[in-house]
């Protein structure tokens, strides 16, 4: 028998109200069933945000740095589960071993760095117009907060939401994807063994369509946190501003890694490779043009296919695997469609461009690092998001056509440049339109503060 999760409301483990459950597999083995979890619906959304508006009352009005205490806690608990939980989420959503723990450090990272924001949550104070009149601004909490997280950081990303509205005095409903909820539940368990009160954080599994969208849509949440992809977000975007809800969200990208003929080619090569197939490509920031000067793309074309031939695929728990699968069917049909939209296009299928084959892949999700050349900038595959291991060579002459390629999308989150030119690298910070720019460093990657 699978194991049986619950949600998390109000400190009490619950099924959903309507007994519905859904199944979790793992996706380098579809026959490994993970555990069967509650199909919530707004019944359950709305108990949670009700068990969070009550605790708001008594939560806001702990110190902060009190507060804080309790999220040190957490970091420490993190720090001592951090094998067990990084296992927890190669075997749900696939990616390798040394990427997972990488995650749980996030995660740790960013308990630390919450716990002491607990003493620094400072005001202003500031000369007022009128005599005998004193100005100041103080922070106060928001109240409750909807926090709908994706499946690739299963564990980071809840943290970057959870961590810094619980110092603020804030409480809140979780609501992870569908692809990931064992590490969501694994999460919220140790923040109730750091101490957290009933109801501060209070966890609700199930669809996006039902419970993301009663949570969006609900008069008692605050503020929502959402990320994923552009299309979702823009519908709650619409949905908090006809509301006048606080909104906070991180959505799609479409980044790119320069290379200028006077890089270091093989920084350069490591970089695009890390950045096009870590987490077979499934991240906001992964790297899925590479932007390369005349004078050098051949070198670099020729050395980037021969590294892809030779990354070790399979399940990410054998620490010899270098990339795992994709996280579902559903995303390897979508990467395949867009193999052949490429193709259709114009681009020449250099490597990949198919499912991995091989006995020890047929039973997960998983997909072959695939590099296309010949790209032109407004071929579909160089400006929708793909989300998977596709990597689209598009050759330049200049910095400035580099610069002008690379903005031309609709996307506007990482980017990198490779150039030995400091005057170069400047130039590229202050005219890339992304959020993110690295020099000689991949798109990927996160600090943080």
């Known amino acids: 028998m699978a194991d049986q999760f619950l949600n998390y409301i109000n400190g009490k483990w619950l099924a959903a109200r309507s007994k519905s459950t859904f199944e979790n597999r793992n996706p380098a083995n579809r026959n490994d069933l993970i555990g069967r979890f509650p ?52 075997r749900e959503m696939g990616k390798v071993l040394k990427e997972t723990r990488g995650d749980v450090q996030e995660g740790i990272d960013c308990a630390f760095l919450n716990a002491g924001e607990g003493r620094r949550l400072f005001g202003q104070t500031t000369p007022a117009e009128l005599p005998n009149k004193f100005a100041m601004s103080v922070r106060a909490p928001i109240g409750v907060c909807a926090l709908i997280t994706p499946w690739n950081f299963p564990l980071a990303i809840p943290t970057w939401k959870l961590f810094p509205a619980l110092i603020c005095g804030n409480t809140v409903v979780l609501k992870p994807a569908e692809d990931t909820p064992q590490t969501a539940a694994r999460l919220v368990e140790i923040l109730n063994q750091a101490g957290v009160p009933p109801g501060v954080v209070n966890l609700v599994h199930g669809r996006g369509e039902e419970v993301g969208a009663a949570l969006v849509r609900h008069k008692d949440v605050q503020l929502v946190s959402f990320t994923g992809s552009a299309a979702v977000g823009r519908d709650i975007a619409a ?91 559903a995303a390897r049909e979508k990467v395949l469609r867009y193999v052949d939209i490429g193709k259709q296009e114009g681009a020449r299928l250099l490597t990949g461009g198919a499912v991995a084959d091989s006995a020890k892949c047929a039973d997960g999700y998983f997909f072959q690092p695939t590099i296309f050349d010949q790209v032109r900038p407004h071929m579909r595959i160089a400006q929708e998001e793909i989300f998977g291991p596709v990597l689209s060579i598009i050759e330049i002459g200049s910095f400035e056509e580099a610069i002008e390629v690379l903005n031309g999308t ?34 990927i990657g996160a600090e943080v503060h």
């Open 410 to 443: 609709a996307y506007g989150l990482s980017s990198s440049i490779y150039t030995n030119d400091v005057a170069r690298a400047f130039r590229a910070m202050r005219d890339i339109e992304a959020g993110i720019t690295d020099v000689n460093g991949p798109t």
């Open 39 to 90: 199909s919530s619906d707004a019944a359950d959304a709305d108990a949670a945000v009700q068990a969070a508006k009550q605790a708001f009352a008594s939560w806001r009005l702990v110190p902060a740095p009190k507060r804080g205490e309790i999220l040190y806690r957490v970091g420490e608990l993190l720090k001592k589960h951090k094998e067990e939980l990084a296992r927890i989420e190669t």
């Open 239 to 329: 949905s908090c501003g006809q509301s006048l809800k606080r909104v906070s969200l991180e959505l799609g990208g479409k980044n790119a890694q320069i290379v200028m003929d006077d890089a270091d080619i093989d920084l350069a090569i490591e970089g695009a490779l890390w950045g096009a197939f870590g987490t077979t490509g499934q991240r906001c920031t992964a790297t899925s043009r590479l932007i390369v000067h005349r004078n050098v793309t051949k070198k670099i074309t020729d050395a980037l296919v021969e590294r892809a031939r030779k990354i070790k695929i399979g399940d990410g728990l054998d620490e010899s695997v270098e990339m795992g699968p994709l996280i579902n069917q």
